[in-house]
C-alpha cells in the first residue's frame, strides 16, 4: 500500500540547515488529498510532534519550538513532502519522521497518522 522513504538527514553544526525528503507512493494513495506530517524521536523519549500541512498546501502547523526556524511544504505531483530546517540547534537532533494521515485536516496526534517512514537522523552539534 503506503510507502514513505525519508532522506536528507545528516551531520550539522549548530545554526546550520537541512533539507529532509519524504517520498510517497502507492497504487492506492492520492497523496494530494491527505494531510501529511513530520514528527521526530530520541532513544528513550516518545515520538513528538514537528509539522504538518493539509490538502491546501498553505494550510500548515508547526510545534512552537521550530516556529520561525521549520518549513513544512508538499510537492503533490511529486507526491513528497518537504521539511527545511533552518536555525538548528542541539536540541533538535532525533529520528525525524514522515507520516500520512488519512485526514484532509491538520492533525498533530500521532494516533491519527497511519503510515510512517523509517525515518531519518539528524544530528546537530554545537
Known sequence: QVQLVESGGGLVQAGGSLRLSCAASGRTFMFSEYTMGWFRQDPGKEREFVAAIAKKITSTYY?????????????NAKNTVYLQMNSL????TAVYYCARSQSVFLKVRR???????????????S
Open 63 to 75: 510545534q512552537d519550538s521550530v516556529k520561525g526556524r521549520f518549513t513544512i511544504s508538499r510537492d
Open 89 to 92: 540547534k542541539p536540541e533538535d
Open 111 to 125: 494516533d491519527d497518522y497511519d503510515y510512517w517512514g523509517q525515518g531519518t537522523q539528524v544530528t546537530v552539534s
